[in-house]
C-alpha cells in the first residue's frame, strides 16, 4: 500500500519495525487524518502531543519519533482492517462512534489514546469478524 512516499510493509514485521525506526512524515499522518476524519486536535490527544508540537514535525519536515510513528500507523491499520469488516469506513466511523457495552459503554475512538486501547478496539474488530458478540 503507498501513502505519498511510504510503502507500508503490512506483511513483512522486519521491514515494518525499520520503517517505524526511521519515523513517518507528517505527510502520512495528513494524508490518513483526512481518510478517517481525524482532526488535529484529535491526533495531539491519541499522541500525547500538544498542536503546535505536531504542528512543528510539520513545518520542520521532520519525521515523527518512533513511539509517536508506530501508534499513527497502528490507528492506520485498525481503521483500515475495520473498513474491511464493516464493509465501509462509514459503517467503521459509525461504530467507532459509539458507544460500546464490551469495550466499558465507551465510544471506541475514545480508546485510541494508549496502544492498549487500540489492542482492544483490535480484539473487539476480531471477535466481531467472528461473530462474537458479547
Not at 505519498?4 to 499522518?29: A, C, H, Q, W
Not at 518512533?66 to 475495520?82: A, P, R
Not at 462509514?90 to 475514545?110: A, I, Q, R, Y
Amino acid at each position: 500500500m503507498t501513502i505519498k512516499n511510504y510503502k507500508i510493509p503490512e506483511d513483512d514485521s522486519v521491514e515494518m519495525v525499520n520503517m517505524l525506526r526511521k519515523g513517518v512524515e507528517f505527510t502520512y499522518l495528513n494524508s490518513i487524518s483526512d481518510r478517517i476524519h481525524f482532526t488535529l486536535e484529535d491526533w495531539a490527544s491519541y499522541l500525547h502531543l500538544s498542536e503546535r508540537t505536531i504542528q512543528r514535525y510539520k513545518k520542520e519536515k521532520k519525521n515523527f519519533d518512533t513511539i509517536y510513528s508506530e501508534k499513527i500507523v497502528q490507528i492506520d491499520l485498525l481503521y483500515k482492517k475495520g473498513a474491511e469488516i464493516f464493509g465501509s469506513e462509514d459503517n467503521f466511523h459509525t461504530w467507532m462512534d459509539t458507544k460500546s457495552v464490551p469495550l466499558g459503554n465507551v465510544k471506541p475512538k475514545e480508546l485510541l489514546d494508549t496502544t492498549y486501547g487500540i489492542n482492544l478496539v483490535a480484539d473487539e474488530l476480531g471477535r466481531i469478524e467472528h461473530g462474537i458478540f458479547a
